[in-house]
């Protein structure tokens, strides 16, 4: 069992910067890909935002933040950040992370996932 929790969510100014964390509780964090995604206003999915493999070296971006989006991660605090910057009113959502074992693009086809944590960009 793993449990996740978001943090670093609020809001910000569109042109700003937000890093958000996921801390998982539990074993071998390190073995797990790490998704995030989030869920905008008024939709009923949560789109794919970015992802990472266990070691770290392959991830993926969503076209919508590719190029001012980071994701890392830091197995000896069990964390998992997202770095976004030039935030836009588009970005608004709740941000979830995921832990799973293959690398997917879909939330529920990750064994665990968070509450969320609110992004709000006013423009």
């Known amino acids: 069992q793993v449990q996740l929790v978001e943090s670093g969510g609020g809001l910000v100014q569109a042109g700003g910067s937000l890093r958000l964390s996921c801390v998982a509780s539990?074993?071998?964090?390190?073995?797990?890909?790490v998704g995030w995604f989030r869920q905008a206003p008024g939709r009923e999915r949560a789109a794919f935002v970015a992802?990472?493999?266990?070691?770290?070296?392959?991830?993926y971006y969503a076209d919508s933040v590719k190029g001012r989006s980071t994701i890392s991660r830091d197995d000896a605090k069990n964390t998992v950040y997202l770095q976004i910057d030039s935030l836009r009113p588009e970005d608004t959502a709740v941000y979830y992370c995921?832990?799973?074992?293959?690398?997917?693009?879909?939330?529920?086809?990750?064994?665990?996932w968070g509450q969320g944590t609110q992004v709000t960009v006013s423009s």
């Open positions: 995921a832990v799973g074992r293959e690398l997917r693009f879909v939330l529920k086809e990750y064994a665990y």
């Open positions: 539990g074993r071998a964090f390190d073995t797990y890909v």
């Open positions: 992802t990472i493999s266990s070691s770290g070296g392959t991830t």
